[in-house]
DNA sequence: GCCAACGTTGGC
DNA sequence: GCCAACGTTGGC
């Protein structure tokens, strides 16, 4: 089957595509939210592409590229007492939240959300959808091939002023 | 720091 | 089932 493709957002300062670079693969687990785990667990299947997003940064943007590898996974940290994404309500048995897992591909200048949001081809990509906040999210293959393109291309990034 | 948008919770 | 209150996401 052709592969689908996919956007998976982390905040740089916990996860960033250079973690991911050095890691070699990760998985993508402290998803709490029914409809991203739905995706990862239900139409993730290995070999498809994910963009991998950078949020919360300056400036935010997709940074890389991952792979799916596997099949999606409990994810361990529902069930540690000392993880921020412990789920008491969760059992080994009936494990409610899973992970795919994902591994490096590439690493590209950032395409900045900036960049993104101007490109008329990308219109109606769920990325740039108001409001949205789902952290894994489909990708259709024209937007996909679409932000592979710019990422070839150079932006040239204005960081806005945030002082600590 | 601000705030819009959204998801979840819990009283009723 | 409704919906107000609350917490979180995430750009700016």
Do not use: C
Not at 47 to 75: E, M
């Amino acid at each position: 089957m052709a592969p689908r493709y996919w956007l998976l957002k982390s905040e740089p300062q916990v996860f960033s595509i250079d973690d991911l670079q050095r890691e070699g693969r990760t998985g993508w687990g402290g998803v709490r939210n029914y409809q991203a785990r739905n995706f990862m667990r239900d139409e993730m299947k290995e070999g498809d592409l994910a963009l991998f997003y950078h949020s919360n940064a300056t400036p935010p943007g997709v940074a890389g590229l991952a792979r799916v590898v596997g099949t999606p996974a409990a994810d361990p940290s529902q069930f540690d007492p000392k993880s921020p994404y412990f789920d008491a309500t969760s059992s080994k048995a009936s494990p409610r939240w899973v992970m795919a897992t994902v591994a490096f591909v590439e690493r590209f200048d950032l395409v900045p959300l900036e960049v993104l949001k101007a490109d008329p081809a990308l219109a109606g990509m769920v990325l740039l959808q108001k409001g949205q906040r789902l952290s894994v999210q489909p990708v259709s293959p024209s937007h996909f091939a679409r932000v592979l393109k710019l990422a070839k291309a150079k932006f040239k990034v204005t960081r806005r002023d945030n002082h600590p």
